[in-house]
């Protein structure tokens, strides 16, 4: 059947966990953008309430709940406050998350418990507290899980938030099979070294670009020489693939991974050298 390209999201309603920052904010503007109304969870009030106001100025409605993910009861009464204010919930995306890296045998139990309740856990708590909110509103629903590059290669010093995101990935497609029968759509994205106030250091309070760590000439060139498409990622390019799996360009898409990486889990250990060729060596 003939049907022309549909991307919009027209009065479904969303809730992004960590929206209020990176690539979570990117997200729910470009969900905005096509129509969607916007539930942002995120630990900062500030950050809640600046991203509500762009999404109000997009034309969609809003709402702010400052939620710490890590904390259970505050997460699932998010998730409940947001089905009672917009009488509906088509989309959840599992996005705040994060990790400073660290040898694992110097990391103490209490701090990996503290990522893993930030990077799995918490997505369990809002999936378990979104899909039966989905399932009551009878149109079934998109879960976009936001995961990493990390999930699936090797991670020395940031072991387990790359057990987290594994454990993301392989969550993605059992619950692409248990939810199916109701029209729910699982999927995940996996970015690779992404631009935002997280790997600027700009972890807490207002975002404010003015106090990011610029990266130096050397790292720069690294980067470039790393990642295939020769540049960091961009936030809103992950918003625009969050667009994608929620919609029906991708009615028949679930279960999968799409990585937001500009090529470099296919690289998969490929570098360019210093005159831009293609090594395994790097400069010997
Ligand atoms: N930026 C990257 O290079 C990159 C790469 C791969 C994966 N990711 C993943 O993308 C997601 C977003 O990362 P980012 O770089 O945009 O991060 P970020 O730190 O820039 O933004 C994260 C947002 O989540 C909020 N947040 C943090 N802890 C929270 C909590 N306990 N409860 C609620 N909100 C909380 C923060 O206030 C912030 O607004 C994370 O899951 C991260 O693992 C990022």
Request: charged fraction near 20%.
């Amino acid at each position: 059947m003939n049907r022309p390209p549909d991307i919009s999201l027209t009065d479904q309603v969303a809730v992004i966990t960590g929206g209020g920052g990176g690539i979570g904010r990117a997200i729910a503007l470009a969900y905005a953008s096509v129509g969607a109304d916007i539930v942002i969870a995120d630990i900062v009030p500030e950050r809640c309430e600046e991203t509500a106001a762009r999404v109000r100025e997009l034309g969609r409605r809003a709402l702010g709940i400052p939620t710490d993910v890590t904390d259970t009861e505050q997460l699932r009464a998010a998730i409940a406050k947001a089905g009672e204010h917009f009488g509906r919930l088509d989309i959840l995306v599992n996005n705040a998350g994060g990790v400073s890296p660290k040898p694992f045998l110097q990391q103490s139990e209490r701090s990996w418990r503290r990522l893993i309740d930030l990077n799995l856990v918490s997505m369990l708590t809002a999936t378990s507290a979104a899909v039966p909110l989905m399932i009551a509103g009878g149109r079934g629903g998109s879960i976009v899980n936001v995961a990493s590059i990390e999930g699936s290669r090797a991670a020395p010093n940031f072991a387990v938030y790359a057990a987290c995101k594994a454990g993301m990935l392989n969550f993605t497609r059992s619950m692409a099979l248990e939810f199916a029968d109701h029209g729910i759509r699982v999927n995940a994205i996996a970015p690779d070294y992404t631009v935002t106030p997280g790997v600027r250091g700009n972890i807490g309070g207002p975002v404010n670009p003015e106090s990011w760590r610029r990266p130096t000439a050397a790292q720069q060139e690294a980067t470039a020489r790393r990642i295939p498409l020769g540049r960091p990622g961009i936030d809103t390019e992950c918003g625009n693939i969050a667009v994608f799996l929620s919609s029906k360009m991708s009615d028949y898409v679930s279960g999968t991974v799409i990585r937001v990486d500009g090529g470099t889990y296919a690289s998969s250990g490929w570098i360019r050298n210093r005159a831009g060729a293609w090594t395994l060596t790097g400069d010997i």
